[in-house]
């Protein structure tokens, strides 16, 4: 139990120095990579309180789907501060979107109703299908997440701890067995418990890990922006 606290406090420490971190920004947002360091520096901020908050109220699968998202921001943090080439790269998978957008609200999706209806797509689409190219004949490409994981030198953890969280977000039987089976080893029969208590285990993974990513993001962000 005490093991579960220090890291909860340690992940506290961490949260409350990203805010005060953030409070002293005063860098010119119309530039783009001040948009991606600080935007995504903020998102692992905010996740962390979000995993933080669920943690403290005993919601440890919740907050596993939330540390899910966080490695990816970090992971984007990391590989976007130490190779400034990345940027084109999440410029690329913007626009890409961006188009794939546009074309999906031109097939008389009702969900894009109101928001084809508001746009000449066929112009907006020939406009961001240019950009998209350009920032292409810059470099710009689109790499699957493994690969980004390889970048930040992380394909070990993509391996192991990124598809472990993964079985909690995706609807997979092992993720139905970690959160509401469990074997009698005796009896051999399997009883289904809703809800289910974390484990010690998970507890301590959930406060440390997220914690050790918290205050990895910080250093990154401290050394990128010089504060």
């Not at 005796?186 to 507890?203: I, L």
Request: aromatic fraction near 10%; charge should be negative; include cysteine.
């Amino acid at each position: 139990m005490n093991e579960i606290i220090n890291h909860s406090r340690q992940l506290a420490r961490e949260i409350e120095l990203g805010f005060d971190l953030l409070s002293q920004i005063t860098s010119d947002f119309s530039d783009f990579q001040v948009q991606i360091i600080v935007g995504l520096y903020a998102s692992c901020v905010d996740l962390s309180q979000s995993v933080e908050f669920l943690a403290q109220n005993d919601k440890f699968n919740e907050a596993q789907i939330i540390m899910r998202s966080l490695l990816e921001h970090f992971v984007e943090l990391k590989t976007a501060c130490e190779d400034p080439e990345h940027l084109k790269n999440i410029q690329q998978r913007h626009a890409s979107k961006i188009v794939k957008t546009l074309k999906h609200a031109g097939e008389q999706n009702p969900f894009f109703e109101g928001f084809a209806e508001k746009l000449d797509l066929d112009s907006e689409t020939a406009q961001w299908s240019e950009i998209s190219a350009d920032i292409k004949g810059l470099g710009g490409k689109e790499e699957q997440l493994r690969r980004r994981f390889d970048k930040a030198g992380m394909l070990d953890v993509y391996k192991s701890v990124y598809a472990n969280l993964s079985d909690l977000v995706h609807p997979t039987f092992a993720g139905i067995i970690r959160k509401y089976l469990e074997r009698d080893e005796e009896t051999k029969k399997v009883h289904f418990n809703f809800p289910n208590p974390a484990t010690e285990g998970t507890k301590v993974l959930v406060y440390s890990y997220t914690a050790e990513l918290m205050s990895e993001a910080t250093v990154i962000f401290k050394a990128k922006s010089r504060l």
